[in-house]
């Protein structure tokens, strides 16, 4: 069965400051990997991400995630934080083959302080 | 606009009582997916569907069904709802590409449910 691990509930970030926010997974196969953002009382918004190629991929609002296979993470980062940036996020992975299911993470809340 | 819409956006009901969400997407996606938010848990899929009359089970599909229809709708029905079906509703949709989700999903603005 596929899985994601955020092992943070919540990130605190200087505003300006660099982020990141940490996924690992674990599919069988190659994996199709994902980060959405929640904002409050909304629904997910697609931020960026990764099928195959190059493993760094740059997304919506400065966001840039990084694929690493051997550590089976994917990691989203952002070289300079913005207090509108603030919200939750979701890494989700999904099979390239067989079943169609997405699994997400549990989330992790990124603070940024002004 | 390109959108999904859900309704209702809220709804109390009682355990036994069955209820359908509704959800409709205007992009002409084949995929279509429900999922529930609960604190510390993140999305759990519900039910996905693949095109008209191709549905499956996520991990958490007990307690509800769905249905395609037609390729733009994707109702959730709870037969006989619970307590513990108390939660927030995401419904969303995506191409599909023949090698697996590998596309953006676009997602309605939430359900929220709550059983008594």
């Known amino acids: 069965a596929q899985s994601v691990a955020q092992p943070e509930d919540q990130v605190n970030v200087a505003e300006g400051n660099p982020l990141t926010v940490k996924c690992t997974y674990s599919v069988s196969g190659n994996p199709y990997l994902f980060w959405y953002v929640q904002y409050p009382n909304r629904g997910l918004q697609f931020l960026l991400k990764?099928?195959?190629?190059?493993?760094l991929v740059k997304g919506s609002y400065g966001f840039e995630a990084e694929f690493n296979k051997s550590q089976t993470s994917f990691h989203l980062k952002k070289p300079s934080a913005l207090v509108s940036d603030s919200a939750l996020y979701f890494c989700?992975?999904?099979?390239?083959?067989?079943?169609?299911?997405?699994?997400f993470g549990s989330g992790t809340r990124l603070q940024v302080q002004p | 606009e390109a959108q999904v819409t859900q309704n209702p956006r809220y709804l109390i009901t009682v355990t036994g009582k069955k209820l359908t969400v509704t959800c409709s997407q205007n992009?002409?996606?084949?995929?279509m997916s429900w999922y529930r938010q609960d604190p510390g848990l993140g999305l759990r899929q519900i039910y996905y569907?693949?095109?008209?009359?191709?549905?499956d089970k996520g991990d958490v599909p007990e307690g509800y069904k769905v249905s395609r229809k037609e390729k733009r709708n994707f109702p959730l029905i709870l037969e006989s709802p619970s307590p513990n079906q108390t939660s927030l509703y995401f419904c969303?949709?995506?191409?599909?590409?023949?090698?697996?989700?590998?596309?953006?999903?676009?997602f309605g603005p939430g359900t929220r449910l709550t059983v008594l």
């Open positions: 992009m002409n996606h084949e995929y």
């Open positions: 989700a992975v999904s099979p390239d083959t067989g079943r169609r299911a997405l699994t």
């Open positions: 969303a949709s995506s191409p599909l590409k023949t090698s697996g989700i590998n596309n953006e999903q676009f």
């Open positions: 569907s693949m095109n008209v009359e191709v549905t």
């Open positions: 990764y099928i195959t190629g190059d493993n």
